[in-house]
């Protein structure tokens, strides 16, 4: 996975979440569940060889009923962090890829340090996915600003 790749989903998240004018740390609250698991289908029909898994944080950024989802795509032999929804906590972020580390359980370490609270592995994206994204974009365009 390279850094013109991860532009590329960025650049489609963006087109995603945003309606309008309106900032992207606004747009992309409460989209964290749906839009990991878009962007790990889209990542998984274009790399057929990686697999996808949702992390779920719990107490993130100290806030006692925050939640949040994240995506971590491993492609041999690297594991990739990314966070399709970061603007909602750093407006100023310029890639959602977080990091890229060796194993999964470097990837959890790095997100509980980045983002604190209790985070684990909730459940692995199937390559069976894509019968839903019409479904999680419904849910996200129903979340945009207006």
Same mark, same amino acid.
């Given at each position: =996975?390279?850094?013109?790749?991860?532009?590329?989903?960025?650049?489609?998240? @963006?087109?995603?979440?945003?309606?309008?004018?309106?900032?992207?740390?606004?747009?992309?609250?409460?989209?964290?569940? &749906?839009?990991?698991? @878009?962007?790990?289908?889209?990542?998984?029909?274009?790399?057929?060889?990686?697999?996808?898994?949702?992390?779920?944080?719990?107490?993130?950024?100290?806030?006692?009923?925050?939640?949040?989802?994240?995506?971590?795509? &491993?492609?041999?032999?690297?594991?990739?962090?990314?966070?399709?929804?970061?603007?909602?906590?750093?407006?100023?972020?310029?890639?959602?890829?977080?990091?890229?580390?060796?194993? =999964?359980? &470097?990837?959890? &370490?790095?997100?509980?340090?980045?983002?604190?609270?209790?985070?684990?592995?909730?459940?692995?994206?199937?390559?069976?996915?894509?019968? $839903?994204?019409?479904?999680?974009?419904?849910?996200?365009?129903?979340? $945009?600003?207006?």
């Amino acid at each position: =996975m390279n850094i013109i790749y991860i532009k590329t989903i960025q650049d489609r998240v @963006i087109k995603l979440l945003r309606s309008g004018n309106d900032p992207l740390c606004l747009c992309a609250q409460d989209n964290c569940s &749906e839009t990991a698991r @878009i962007v790990g289908c889209w990542i998984l029909q274009e790399n057929h060889m990686s697999s996808a898994h949702i992390l779920k944080g719990k107490k993130v950024m100290g806030i006692k009923n925050k939640c949040h989802d994240v995506l971590v795509v &491993e492609e041999p032999p690297f594991f990739y962090l990314i966070d399709p929804t970061v603007w909602q906590f750093f407006k100023r972020k310029k890639n959602i890829l977080l990091t890229r580390k060796n194993t =999964m359980k &470097e990837c959890v &370490e790095f997100v509980e340090k980045f983002y604190g609270g209790k985070w684990a592995v909730s459940e692995m994206i199937n390559k069976n996915c894509f019968k $839903n994204i019409k479904k999680w974009e419904d849910v996200v365009k129903s979340n $945009n600003c207006l």
